[in-house]
């Protein structure tokens, strides 16, 4: 009888040991989510917009803001991207994002404040600042909201 009372003491201990190995400290989700913007931006300075779209939640649902435009979706955001950035006469630049404030909203959930800059072939710098919102689904981090704005 001791030995079944021992292990049903130690059941919780043992399970609350487990739990806590495999639930990610807000550090360590904050640098997941900071990860998805780091590859995203050095996707973006190899011309690589499909990578760089690959931080993006692939789903009509995706919301995308900037200016006075509003996206709804995956592709009406990766049109938005090719039509603005890669259509004849204009050019992707090096991106640089600077200023990160990354707040844990839940377990699944990320609020992301930051700054955005693009140096491009002629010397010009446009800039401006973004909020994004972000998922965890499964294993990965997306985008699921952005509201980028430009400065004038």
């Known amino acids: 009888m001791k030995t079944i009372s021992r ?3 130690t059941l919780p201990l043992f399970s609350l040991v487990a739990f806590a190995q495999q639930a990610p400290s807000a550090n360590d989700t904050k640098t997941a ?6 590859v ?9 917009l499909g990578a760089f ?3 993006y939640w692939n789903s009509p649902e995706l919301t995308f803001f900037s200016g006075a435009t509003e996206k709804h979706g995956w592709q009406e955001t990766m049109d938005r991207y090719r039509a603005t950035y890669t259509s004849p006469g204009h050019e992707m630049g090096k991106l640089e994002f600077s200023g990160l404030r990354i707040e ?4 699944d ?3 992301v404040r930051g700054a955005w800059q693009l140096t ?8 401006g600042l973004f909020t994004l919102v972000f ?3 499964d294993d990965d981090w997306k985008i699921v909201h952005d509201h980028t704005s430009v400065a004038e």
């Open 120 to 127: 491009l072939p002629d010397s010009t710098t446009p800039h």
């Open 135 to 137: 998922r965890k689904f």
């Open 104 to 107: 844990m909203l839940a377990e």
């Open 53 to 55: 779209m690959a931080g």
């Open 40 to 48: 995203q931006q050095e996707a973006w300075n190899h011309h690589d």
């Open 33 to 38: 989510v900071e990860h998805v913007l780091r």
């Open 109 to 111: 959930a990320a609020f």
């Open 7 to 9: 292990i049903l003491l």
